[in-house]
């Protein structure tokens, strides 16, 4: 979806405001598998409005690169930014602006569908990651109990749109990483 031709950007983080329960949830379970002390440099890949950035920067008391596609989004990002470790560029995931080994986390949060080339975007990831680094994919998938499946015709959207947990967990060890699931 090319965001930069909507207006959606406008009004993103309204309609997908995270509630405080549901930072801790995800601080939570990413600090049971991720060492907070070994994190000093995060991608935010997909970062859309910046939801996410400013929490992993706090979080891990890290700097944060968010990247996305949408120039509108990473306005709407910026426009509400207030940490001095979090920064914005345009970039594709498919092919990262930075140099070998230089993260420690790769993190996508309701990105992966949007991918061009998902195997693309694992190589990108296993580049940039230094040796022992983390990917986090956050993402709806075929198997999720969506609360409006049974509401809406959605099986068809879900069944082109949506990889399955298996297609992840292929296209990422296939570009060489480490999987670890976390399943909330």
Known sequence: MNYDKTEIPTAYDKARALAPETVRLWQDLLSVHIDRAAVSLIIDLGCGTGRFSELLAGHFAAQVIGIDASLKMLDQARRKLTSDNVAYCQGLAEALPFGDGCADLA????????????????????????????????????????????????????????????DIQSVFASGALRLSCIKP
Do not use: Q, W
Not at 114 to 134: I, M, N, Q, T
């Open 107 to 166: 993190f996508m949060s309701m990105v992966y569908h949007h991918f061009c080339d998902p195997s693309a975007v694992a190589k990108e990831c296993h580049r940039a990651l230094r040796l022992g680094g983390y990917a986090c994919i956050r993402n709806g998938t075929r198997e999720s109990d969506f609360p409006h499946r049974h509401c809406f015709p959605l099986r068809t959207l879900i069944d082109s749109d949506l990889p399955s947990r298996r």
